[in-house]
């Protein structure tokens, strides 16, 4: 490589670039002086050298030289190209590119491919032992498998797009699949496979776990679908209240807190409540071979019932679960202990705003020696600014019910409301609710309202506002546990990655394929949550900080990191990044593509 030019006269001369209005590239060479009066360099002399092909970055020298640069006489080279900001020779570019002819033909690809975003995808789904794990599993599919699982992850849902997308985008050994082959990948994952990959990514999270505990996340999500041919699909909540709601799957998922990983899946008919499948997820991750004594499971209120904490006592599963409001032992606890939870001394802390109090209780617990006595605890919280949210929106709620129900008694006796507006109907949902509230009485005199509230049955209604409840059968103090609990968002944030980002709010695929593209949607949410891990932990760390908080942002701005092929050795030469662009993949823990980058290498 040259970066310094010799002339015939000694005269040392430095190599630049520079583009016309036509955006032409040339290559030029020039030599400074010191001007002692400015007490600066300046260019003393500037030559141009020539064009710089932009295919393949191969110079066409100016005949106008005339010998000025003995360098360049060199009767062994033929061609000169212009490579990182030096002059190298025919030979130095072939053995820089290894030019020997590509096993694989590349005419389906677009000369100018978009690199940013697909590289930042496809090496995080590296550093997070992803794409392992799929060659572990799926052998020489893993790679297709992959790419599918970025492509969903850059926003796409259409497998019959997939073709029409890789020419455009960069991705290590992959071709364009068209819908056939696509349809045969997806058929092909088993939930047996599944399980296995999973098996090794809760295997890899306990060896990144300091005392091998790894807490995770249960929770469902509905995503609907018009296919007919899925066997899952059922009506479920949403069929209640919205009588055009489609069938739906039940999608299953348990999240690692500590990154976000998704650590198991698993699909059931759309009218099956939480409390019934806890059960049986744990028993498949089981017999998928996962340890799930290594974990602490976390559920919100739609889990646990008296059955389901039981058998986890019997298995000796160690769990963290909020209890809902319902159990009258729970309720007595509150009462008992509600001056503790109204006193100052037991905030935690003024930002946390929440009181708390820990109980214990006792459960038994059936092992193989007999029925033995194990003591758990029972975490109680108040958050009183919430508490007072609550009652204000039950009261609220309550007179705009009975304003409502005031107004319409007096029409019907013809007597002349106090307020002569009509009020706003509540909604139907409100109206049902709040009416248990108030007190009709049918004998009263026209100077009377028809309808009073029961301020019993209101106060009774709001005696637990702000009030919530944990139970586990772990020992810790009471803010380690709300603060384990309180990590769950991390499964919700995923959710969102996999119907937003991935769009994967709908599921209209054969029933075949289902089962794959669910796999496909939990590998793109998985990778998304590893960048969105990364840059949290790199934040706290001060290294930076994304533009608007946006992850999509960030993404869009990758996409325009943008390589042009190089003719002679298949391979694309890079643009060069802006600041903003390396500060990302900072954030990301991802490094920045090479200045070269191939497609296919032998």
């Known amino acids: 490589m040259i970066k310094q030019l010799t002339d015939v006269?000694?005269?040392?001369?430095?190599?630049?670039?520079?583009?016309?209005?036509?955006?032409?590239?040339?290559?030029?060479?020039?030599?400074?002086?010191?001007?002692?009066q400015k007490k600066r360099s300046e260019t003393a002399q500037a030559k141009q050298m020539g064009r710089i092909n932009d295919q393949d970055?191969?110079?066409?020298?100016?005949?106008?030289?005339d010998g000025l640069f003995p360098e360049l006489e060199n009767p062994n080279v033929v061609t000169w190209y212009w490579l990182e900001n030096a002059l190298?020779?025919?030979?130095?570019?072939?053995?820089?590119?290894?030019?020997?002819?590509?096993?694989?033909?590349?005419?389906?690809?677009?000369?100018?491919?978009?690199v940013g975003s697909t590289w930042a995808f496809w090496v995080t789904a590296q550093n997070m032992g992803m794409l392992d794990h799929l060659k572990k599993v799926f052998g020489e599919d893993a790679a297709e498998i992959l790419a599918l699982a970025i492509y969903v992850a850059d926003g796409h849902t259409s497998m019959m797009e997939f073709e029409k997308w890789v020419p455009r985008y960069w991705l290590p050994e992959i071709k364009p699949l068209a819908s056939p082959r696509i349809s045969e990948l997806l058929r092909k994952i088993t939930d047996k496979q599944t399980d296995e990959y999973f098996r090794l990514r809760h295997q890899q999270a306990c060896s990144r776990s300091p005392n091998g505990l790894v807490t995770i996340s249960f929770d469902s999500t509905s995503i609907s679908s018009q296919a007919e041919t899925i066997p899952v699909l059922e009506y479920g909540n949403a069929k209640k209240n919205n009588i055009a709601a489609y069938e739906q799957v039940n999608f299953m998922q348990v999240?690692?807190?500590?990154?976000?990983?998704?650590?198991f899946m698993r699909d059931f008919y759309g009218s099956m409540n939480d409390k019934s499948i806890l059960l049986d997820v744990i028993t498949d991750m089981e017999q998928a071979g996962i340890d799930m004594t290594q974990n602490l499971l976390v559920t919100?209120?739609?889990?646990?019932s008296m059955f389901n904490l039981q058998q986890l006592i019997n298995r000796d599963l160690k769990f963290l679960t909020a209890i809902p409001l319902v159990e009258s032992s729970i309720k007595n606890e509150f009462r008992k202990h509600m001056d503790?939870?109204?006193?100052?001394?037991?905030?935690?802390?003024?930002?946390?705003?929440?009181?708390?109090?820990?109980?214990?209780?006792?459960w038994a617990q059936d092992t193989s020696a007999g029925r033995v006595t194990q003591k758990n605890k029972l975490y109680l919280y108040k958050n009183p600014a919430r508490a007072t949210e609550e009652e204000l929106e039950h009261l609220r709620n309550a007179q705009a019910v009975l304003q409502f129900r005031n107004y319409e008694a007096d029409i019907r006796r013809g007597k002349t409301p106090r307020n002569t507006k009509q009020p706003v109907r509540p909604q139907e949902n409100v109206m049902k609710r709040y009416s248990q509230f108030l007190y009709e009485n049918r004998h009263a005199k026209m100077d009377e309202d028809v309808w009073t509230i029961?301020?019993?049955?209101?106060?009774?209604?709001?005696?637990?506002?702000?009030?919530?409840?944990?139970?586990?059968?772990?020992?810790?103090?009471?803010?380690?546990?709300?603060?384990?609990?309180?990590?769950?968002?991390?499964?919700?944030?995923g959710f969102r990655k996999l119907k937003d980002d991935c769009r994967g709010d709908t599921l209209n695929i054969t029933g075949s394929s289902y089962k794959g593209k669910l796999f496909l949607l939990t590998l793109g949410q998985s990778i998304l949550m590893a960048m969105r891990h990364n840059v949290r932990k790199n934040e706290k760390l001060n290294k930076g900080k994304l533009e608007k908080n946006s992850m999509r942002l960030a993404i869009a701005t990758l996409k325009l990191i943008?390589?042009?092929?190089?003719?002679?050795?298949?391979?694309?030469k890079v643009k060069a990044l802006t600041k903003e662009q390396r500060d990302i993949y900072a954030l990301l823990d991802v490094t920045p593509p090479p200045k070269f980058i191939y497609r296919f290498r032998n």
């Open 9 to 36: 006269n000694g005269n040392k001369w430095n190599l630049t670039t520079w583009v016309d209005a036509g955006n032409r590239t040339y290559l030029r060479a020039y030599r400074n002086k010191w001007n002692a």
């Open 57 to 65: 970055q191969s110079i066409t020298l100016s005949k106008k030289l």
């Open 88 to 114: 190298v020779t025919d030979q130095e570019y072939r053995e820089l590119f290894n030019t020997e002819p590509e096993v694989i033909e590349q005419d389906w690809s677009n000369e100018s491919i978009s």
């Open 255 to 263: 999240c690692d807190h500590a990154t976000g990983d998704t650590l």
């Open 300 to 304: 919100d209120r739609g889990f646990p």
């Open 340 to 362: 503790q939870l109204n006193d100052i001394i037991n905030f935690g802390s003024a930002d946390r705003g929440v009181t708390g109090f820990v109980v214990d209780e006792l």
């Open 454 to 493: 029961k301020s019993d049955r209101l106060k009774a209604a709001t005696e637990f506002a702000g009030c919530f409840a944990l139970r586990s059968n772990v020992s810790m103090d009471r803010w380690e546990a709300l603060d384990r609990y309180s990590e769950r968002n991390v499964i919700e944030q």
């Open 562 to 572: 943008e390589a042009r092929v190089q003719r002679a050795s298949l391979g694309y």
